[in-house]
């Protein structure tokens, strides 16, 4: 399966008439595909290609601020100084660079699903979690945890 959530309609696509020129070559300008491309379409696919390179950006950016931050991270005002406030800083840095990296992958249209066996125990797992966590008696604690709780009162 293909996800692709690119308009159609904004691609632009080269004439079929373009002969491409054999490696080493030089091209004239008459025949660069540029050439038959009105200023807004050049316009567009340049926004288009530095789209998945912000992305990227974000998304190192996040992961060496996450290597950076985890050593000296800490707030005073909390029962446990070091506990949940670096689980959070991984969680919030980590989730955003994945949502970076996912979201270039949708941009250019490479996320695949592919048919395999093991993909049937990983959905019965999180099945059993969706379920356990619908059914619990304490919902905000099987969904999130304990948080650093000293004391769980059953």
């Given at each position: 399966?293909?996800?692709?959530?690119?308009?159609?309609?904004?691609?632009?696509q080269r004439?079929?008439?373009?002969?491409?020129?054999?490696?080493?070559?030089?091209?004239?300008?008459?025949?660069?595909?540029?050439?038959?491309?009105?200023?807004?379409?050049?316009?567009?696919?340049?926004?288009?290609?530095?789209?998945?390179?912000?992305?990227?950006?974000?998304?190192?950016?996040a992961v060496?601020?996450?290597?950076?931050?985890?050593?000296?991270?800490?707030?005073?005002?909390?029962?446990?100084?070091?506990?949940?406030?670096?689980?959070?800083?991984?969680?919030?840095?980590?989730?955003?660079?994945?949502?970076?990296?996912?979201?270039?992958?949708?941009?250019?249209?490479?996320?695949?699903?592919?048919?395999?066996?093991?993909?049937?125990?990983?959905?019965?797992?999180?099945?059993?979690?969706?379920?356990?966590?619908?059914?619990?008696?304490?919902?905000?604690?099987?969904?999130?945890?304990?948080?650093?709780?000293k004391e769980?009162?059953?």
């Amino acid at each position: 399966m293909k996800i692709n959530l690119r308009n159609e309609a904004t691609t632009t696509q080269r004439p079929a008439a373009v002969n491409r020129p054999q490696v080493g070559s030089e091209m004239r300008p008459a025949e660069r595909p540029e050439a038959h491309m009105n200023n807004e379409e050049k316009k567009s696919t340049q926004k288009f290609t530095r789209i998945p390179k912000i992305i990227d950006l974000i998304a190192i950016g996040a992961v060496y601020l996450l290597a950076f931050l985890v050593p000296i991270f800490f707030l005073p005002n909390v029962p446990s100084v070091l506990e949940l406030n670096k689980q959070m800083l991984i969680v919030l840095l980590g989730g955003i660079a994945f949502l970076a990296w996912i979201g270039k992958l949708a941009w250019e249209g490479k996320i695949r699903v592919k048919k395999n066996v093991l993909l049937i125990p990983i959905l019965v797992l999180i099945l059993i979690f969706a379920l356990n966590t619908i059914f619990s008696i304490y919902r905000d604690q099987s969904m999130w945890g304990a948080l650093g709780l000293k004391e769980c009162h059953w």
